[in-house]
C-alpha cells in the first residue's frame, strides 16, 4: 500500500504548497491537490491536481472517498479533518495544528460554536494571516509525519 498525501486545496495557502511540492519529491510520495477550479502544480511524476465541480463539500467528500487508512489530508477544515480521522487518515492544517483522536472533538466544539456566533450576527472575524511561525510548525509536522509514513511502507 502506498500512502499517499492529499490536500484539502481550495484555500490552502500558496506557501503551504510549495513546501509540500518540494516535500513530496523529495520523499517520491505522491501528493493530490483537490479543488473546484483549475489548479497550477509543478510537473512531477509525485505531484497531480484533481478539479471537481463547484459545490458545498464536493472537494471533501472526494478526498474522504479516495483517502486509506495512514493517508495524510491537509486541512483547515475541521469536520472534514474530523472524517479524515475516523477513517484512520491523519489531518494536518496548514498553520501546523495536528488534529488527533485526542483534540479533533474539542476542535469541532469551538468550530460549532464559532459557526452558532456567526449565524446569530457576531463578527468572530476571520483568521489572522499566516505566520513565519505557523509555516515552520506546518514545515516541521509534515516532515515527522512523512518521516513515520516512510517507516509505515
Not at 518540494?22 to 505522491?30: D, F, K, L, N, W
Not at 495536528?98 to 479533533?104: E, V
Not at 449565524?119 to 499566516?130: E, I, Q
Not at 513565519?132 to 511502507?153: K, S, Y
Amino acid at each position: 500500500m502506498t500512502l499517499q498525501i492529499w490536500v484539502d486545496a481550495d484555500a490552502c495557502p500558496k506557501v503551504i504548497k510549495q513546501i509540500l511540492f518540494r516535500a513530496a519529491e523529495r520523499v517520491g510520495i505522491p501528493l493530490t491537490l483537490v479543488a473546484n477550479h483549475p489548479l497550477p502544480v509543478p510537473r512531477s511524476r509525485h505531484v497531480r491536481a484533481v478539479q471537481v465541480s463547484a459545490g458545498f463539500d464536493v472537494a471533501d467528500n472526494h478526498i474522504v472517498q479516495q483517502m486509506q487508512p495512514g493517508d495524510l489530508v491537509i486541512t483547515a477544515d475541521i469536520p472534514l479533518a474530523a472524517e479524515v480521522i475516523a477513517r484512520q487518515g491523519q489531518a494536518l492544517s496548514p498553520r501546523g495544528t495536528l488534529f488527533t483522536r485526542d483534540n479533533i472533538d474539542e476542535r469541532v466544539k469551538m468550530r460549532d460554536l464559532a459557526t452558532s456566533l456567526r449565524d446569530s450576527g457576531v463578527d468572530t472575524g476571520g483568521p489572522p494571516a499566516l505566520r513565519p511561525a505557523d509555516r515552520q510548525a506546518f514545515a516541521g509536522h509534515l516532515d515527522r509525519l512523512l518521516a513515520r509514513m516512510a517507516r509505515a511502507t
